[in-house]
């Protein structure tokens, strides 16, 4: 007995330890880019033009888009875990990972303009933002799958 309350209490562990981690990257690549966007972004673009000072706001704000959605989805998933969501209620639209195109595009890390350190942010936020998707629709593929069982009648 004790055995399957030793398997059982660290099966439950492992994905939140998991989501823990990954909220743990969120949570420090958000201030990392708060501090970018605060403190070298306006002395990266000084001498730049006007056509390059757009594209960089541009792309910061598709960093801040896709981290707002993983730290937004993130939150969503500690819910279940704590208990005050129901896995169903998180694999609904209202928590569903959002930004689509936008977030998704891959386009940045490469454009020579920018700056390294936005380049940087750019490349590193995509990446977690294409994890987390992942991440999403294996959970809604779970809560799915979960729904057709239960929704299946009993066979004697």
């Not at 801040?64 to 939150?75: E, F, I």
């Not at 689509?100 to 700056?115: H, R, T, Y």
Request: charged content about 20%; proline content about 4%.
């Amino acid at each position: 007995m004790a055995l399957d309350q030793d398997t059982e209490e660290e099966t439950m562990t492992k994905p939140t330890a998991f989501f823990s981690r990954t909220y743990d990257e969120t949570f420090s690549l958000l201030i990392e880019t708060r501090n970018y966007i605060t403190y070298h972004q306006s002395t990266d673009q000084r001498q730049l033009p006007p056509h390059a000072r757009l594209q960089i706001s541009f792309e910061s704000m598709r960093v801040t888009s896709r981290l707002t959605q993983c730290m937004a989805w993130l939150l969503a998933q500690k819910a279940v875990h704590a208990g005050e969501i129901t896995s169903e209620q998180a694999a609904s639209e209202d928590y569903a990972l959002s930004g689509g195109a936008i977030c998704s595009d891959p386009s940045g890390p490469e454009n020579s303009e920018l700056p390294n350190g936005l380049r940087s942010l750019l490349d590193r936020s995509h990446r977690l933002y294409m994890r987390i998707s992942r991440l999403d629709e294996m959970v809604r593929a779970n809560v799915q799958a979960s729904s057709a069982a239960l929704a299946l009648p009993a066979t004697s």
